[in-house]
């Protein structure tokens, strides 16, 4: 499971770095890795990496409220100390 965590933290991380780089430079690193495609190109390969990226998203969100619940069901109740 903690694989999994970093290699979805690694995802989200190359897709927040590419959107970046999109507004400051327009210049979209996923389609450069996957074969130098002019701005705004896909291909198979930029659309696998850009559905991983947003698969590892959704992955952490459900990750983060998960973790978020249980530690307010462990939160000791106000005024129980």
């Known amino acids: 499971m903690k694989n999994l965590n970093v290699l979805a933290g690694i995802l989200v991380l190359v897709g927040?770095?590419?959107?970046?780089?999109v507004a400051i430079a327009e210049f979209d690193l996923v389609a450069w890795i996957c074969g130098g495609l002019d701005f705004g190109e896909t291909n198979?390969?930029?659309?696998v990496?850009?559905?991983l990226v947003g698969l590892a998203a959704v992955y952490l969100i459900g990750s983060l409220l998960i973790a978020?619940?249980?530690s307010g069901m462990?939160?000791?109740?106000a005024g129980a100390r």
């Open 16 to 21: 927040g770095l590419n959107w970046g780089l």
């Open 44 to 47: 198979a390969v930029s659309r």
């Open 49 to 51: 990496v850009y559905g």
């Open 68 to 70: 978020s619940r249980r």
């Open 74 to 77: 462990r939160a000791a109740p």
